[in-house]
């Protein structure tokens, strides 16, 4: 099953169950997030992407988008057997809300927003 969902309904989990509102008309600057997945022989799979529905990226939108990117090539250069996933998850984190700081999307301890 793909989710497909758009602007504000992109943030919720698992939107587009039978009982949610889907008419929503696409709107220039909106984004869209289609989830898929797929199992075979008991294996399974998932992957999650998000774009721009104009094909252009806002100022705010690039902003996300580079400190996600930054996050995943962090994750992807410190990825070694024998590193637990719970300091991956915690490096991801911490790399995003770094760049969301030095963007001035946030203020505060980052130390603080980790906990």
């Known amino acids: 099953t793909c989710i497909c969902a758009t602007g504000e309904n992109s943030s919720v989990l698992h939107y587009g169950h039978a009982a949610a509102p889907n008419e929503r008309t696409l709107n220039d600057g909106d984004m869209a997030l289609m989830d898929m997945g797929a199992e075979y022989s008991f294996?399974?799979?998932?992957?999650?992407?998000?774009?721009?529905?104009?094909?252009?990226?806002?100022?705010?939108?690039t902003i996300i988008y580079n400190a996600v990117l930054k996050a995943h090539d962090a994750v992807i250069s410190h990825m070694k057997p024998g590193?637990?996933?719970?300091?991956?998850?915690?490096?991801?984190?911490?790399?995003i809300l770094e760049s969301l700081e030095k963007e001035n999307i946030i203020h505060g301890d980052i130390g603080d927003m980790m906990v």
């Open 43 to 61: 294996y399974g799979s998932d992957i999650t992407c998000s774009y721009p529905i104009n094909g252009k990226f806002n100022s705010n939108q």
């Open 83 to 95: 590193v637990k996933w719970v300091d991956m998850h915690k490096l991801a984190e911490k790399t």
